[in-house]
C-alpha cells in the first residue's frame, strides 16, 4: 500500500510526498482508513511508529473536506491534548508540514513561556489547536479558548497523561467539548486504566493495535553493567570516553540526578547537558537543538524524552537508572535502532536494582548480555557482580513488567527504620531517610514527580 492508495487530498499527498514517505507504516495503513470514515479510533503502537502522522493526516483531509472557514473569525474545530511541551510543539510542526498546501491554521499551546504569542494566534482565529492540559485550561479560564465547535479530539499519549496525573484536567476538558464529535485516543501501551478511559470518551471505537511493546527492536544491542551506586558516575564518564558514539541519551530516574549526572559528565570532559521539567521552556528547547546539531552529543534526561521525541541518529541509550516499570525501558531503548538503523541500549544494575532488572527481562522474554570485567563492578557487599540478590535485600515484583515502588524499598526498609529510633528503639522525633518524611514523598501526586 502507498499513501496515494489511501486516498488523501491531494495538497496532503502532495506534502507527504515533499518529506520523502511513500508508503504508509502499518498504524498509519490501519488507522488513516477509520479515522477519514469519521470513526473514533483507539490506537496503540509503540513510540517512533508513526502515531502523529497516523491522526494528523486525515485530520487535515477531513478539515479540508468540509470547507474553510472565514479567515477573520475561525472558531477551532480540532484539538489535540499532549502531556509536554516538546511532544505538542512536534505535533504542531507536523500539521504545520502536512497542511502546508491547505489554508488550515493551526496553532501550539503550552505553559513555561509567556502567553502572549498564544493569545495573539487564537484571536488571529485557528482551526487545529495542540495543547498541553494546564495551559489549555488556563487559557479557556482567561476566555481565550472556546471547545464548542470542535469536531475531531485527539488525547495522544494517554498513558503518559495518566502517568504524570492529568485525569482530572482531561475530564475537565472534555466536559467542554461537544457531545457530538470523532474522538481518537493513541496509547503506547493499553493498560487497565486507559481500557476504562476510552470506555468514557469513545464512541463505539475502532481499536488498531501495532508493534507491541513488548518487543524492543531487534537492531538495538541490550547489555548491563552490574555496578554500584558510587561506581554508576564513573563508569558512565568511562564509556562515553571510550565508546563511539554520534549522539547518547542518558536517562535518570529523577530530575535532580540528571542535572548531578550533567555536571559530573562536564567535569569528565565529555559535553552534555540536562532535560527535565524543572528547566524553562527556553533551556529545554537549546538543550534539544544542541543535542540534534551534535554540539553536544550527549543528552541527559529523565522520562520526559522516552516517548515522542523524534530526533535521528541517536547511537547509545544509557539506563543510568533503571526504571520502575519495565514498558518504560522498552520505550527508552526505542530512541535509538531507529528506521532500521543499528543502535545499542546499556544499563546499568545496582545491587537494589535487579528486581527490575528481572522485570524487564520478563517482559521482554529475553535475557540481557551482563558485561563482566568492566573498571567499577559491584563489590560493596561482597556478592559477585552478577549474584543474585539475598533473601530480604529485595521485594519479587507485584506483575511482569512493574515493581512497585514498595517492593524496591523493601531491601531498605529495616535500616529506613532504625534511621528513626534510638539506640534503644525508642522513636528518636526525628524522621531519618526512610521515615515518614520519605512516605510523603512517594504519597504525591504523580504529576508534581513528572518529567
Known amino acids: ?59 487535515l483531509h477531513r478539515l479540508i473536506d468540509r470547507g474553510s472557514r472565514t479567515l477573520a473569525r475561525r472558531p477551532i474545530r480540532c484539538l489535540v491534548l499532549s502531556p509536554t511541551r516538546e ?165 535518570t530516574r529523577t530530575k535532580y540526578g540528571a542535572d548531578k549526572v550533567a555536571r559530573f559528565l562536564s567535569k569528565s570532559g565529555v559535553r552534555a547537558e540536562a532535560i527535565h521539567g524543572d528547566k524553562s521552556q527556553s533551556q529545554r528547547l537549546r538543550a534539544l537543538a544542541n543535542f540534534k546539531a551534535n554540539k553536544t552529543p550527549v543528552l541527559v534526561a529523565t522520562d520526559i524524552a522516552a516517548r515522542g ?36 541500549a546499556i544499563s546499568f544494575c545496582t545491587a537494589e536494582a535487579r528486581p527490575l532488572l528481572k522485570a524487564v527481562e520478563r517482559l521482554t522474554k529475553r535475557s540481557i548480555r551482563v558485561v563482566e570485567g568492566h573498571p567499577f563492578p559491584d563489590t560493596g557487599d561482597g556478592s559477585e557482580p552478577n549474584a543474585m540478590p539475598q533473601a530480604g535485600q529485595s521485594a519479587k515484583p507485584q506483575a511482569a513488567g512493574r515493581v512497585s515502588r514498595e517492593a524496591f524499598l523493601a531491601g531498605s526498609k529495616g535500616k529506613a527504620h532504625a534511621s528513626n529510633h534510638g539506640h534503644n528503639g525508642k522513636p528518636s522525633g526525628k524522621p531519618g531517610r526512610g521515615g515518614k518524611f520519605k512516605s510523603r514523598r512517594w504519597s504525591r501526586n504523580r504529576a508534581s514527580r513528572a518529567s
Open 87 to 251: 511532544l505538542a510543539a512536534q505535533i504542531g510542526e507536523s500539521f504545520t508540514t502536512y497542511g502546508k498546501n491547505t489554508t488550515l491554521r493551526s496553532t501550539v499551546i503550552y505553559g513555561g513561556v509567556g502567553q502572549g504569542s498564544q493569545t495573539q494566534a487564537l484571536q488571529r482565529g485557528v482551526d487545529i489547536l495542540v495543547a498541553t492540559p494546564g495551559r489549555l485550561l488556563d487559557l479557556m479560564q482567561q476566555g481565550y479558548i472556546n471547545l464548542a465547535s470542535i469536531e475531531c479530539f485527539v488525547l495522544d499519549e494517554a498513558d503518559r497523561m495518566l502517568d504524570m496525573g492529568f485525569i482530572h484536567d482531561i475530564r475537565k476538558v472534555i466536559a467542554k467539548l461537544p457531545s457530538k464529535r470523532q474522538t481518537l485516543m493513541f496509547s503506547a501501551t493499553m493498560p487497565g486504566e486507559i481500557r476504562k478511559l476510552s470506555g468514557a470518551i469513545l464512541t463505539n471505537p475502532v481499536s488498531v493495535e501495532v508493534a507491541r511493546v513488548s518487543a524492543p527492536a531487534e537492531t538495538v544491542e541490550q547489555s548491563v553493567y552490574h555496578t554500584s551506586p558510587k561506581g554508576k558516575p564513573k563508569l558512565l564518564a568511562h564509556l562515553l570516553s571510550t565508546i563511539s558514539i554520534t549522539r547518547a541519551i542518558v536517562f
Open 1 to 59: 500500500m502507498k499513501f496515494a492508495d489511501l486516498r488523501l487530498a491531494e495538497p496532503i499527498l502532495r506534502a507527504v510526498a515533499s518529506e520523502g514517505y511513500d508508503v504508509p507504516t502499518p498504524i498509519q495503513a490501519q488507522a488513516i482508513p477509520h479515522i477519514l470514515a469519521g470513526k473514533d479510533l483507539l490506537g496503540c503502537a509503540q513510540t517512533g511508529t508513526g502515531k502523529t502522522a497516523a491522526f494528523a493526516l486525515p485530520i
Open 309 to 344: 521525541l523524534d530526533i535521528d541518529e541517536i547511537s547509545h541509550v544509557v539506563n543510568f537508572d533503571l526504571p520502575y516499570e519495565a514498558e518504560t525501558y522498552v520505550h527508552r531503548i526505542g530512541r535509538t535502532g531507529r528506521a532500521g538503523a543499528s543502535g545499542e
